[in-house]
């Protein structure tokens, strides 16, 4: 793996964040790129700043470039975009260990991003053991969704990092799987 230098994102890092991030949107890349993996949504300084106010998000320099970032979230639900209020709403419908998921003090894990060029070294599962270490501390679980398009994604977070689907949802003719991670 390659020299990364990790620390929790302060707004300083807020332009890096939405620069990388808005490279990798559904809209921004290609049919093959997508296969890769992709993000949701389009980023704006204004917003990114508040998510990272709200809680602990993780960023991975190499040689002073953004190389991956963990953002992670709990705004109050007007604060977030359409697709998760909605998926708020939902929440007192889905259990995780055998409890409704919105009795649990959670958070937003992602979006999540490693730059096409430091893929395949690790550097994800050190954004989010960094991430987990930085959140455990004020929520028991971090709740993600991910697109169903988006395999890539969801088998390495179900498969690697151990989350657990937790339900699914509908939103805009696009399916996403809600999964949960304990933080303890």
Known sequence: MANFTIWVAS??????????ANQYTYQNLSTSDRESSF????FSETAVGAM??????IVAYYQNHLAGFVLNTRLAPAEYPPLVQRIIKTLPDLTFRN???????????????????YRSQ????????????????????????????????????VQHL??????KLTFNN???AIVAFWLG
């Open 11 to 20: 707004l300083h890092d807020v332009p890096a964040i939405v620069n990388l």
């Open 162 to 167: 151990g989350f657990t689907q937790v339900g």
């Open 52 to 57: 990272i106010s709200s809680a602990p998000s």
């Open 99 to 117: 409890l409704p998921v919105d009795t649990y003090p959670y958070c937003f894990y992602g979006p999540v991003l490693v730059a096409q060029q």
């Open 174 to 176: 696009r399916s996403y």
């Open 39 to 42: 993000l949701t949504g389009v």
């Open 122 to 157: 690790g550097l994800l599962r050190h954004l989010f053991l960094k991430a987990t270490e930085a959140l455990k501390s004020r929520f028991n679980l971090a709740l993600a969704f991910i697109d169903e398009g988006n395999g890539t994604s969801y088998q390495v977070h």
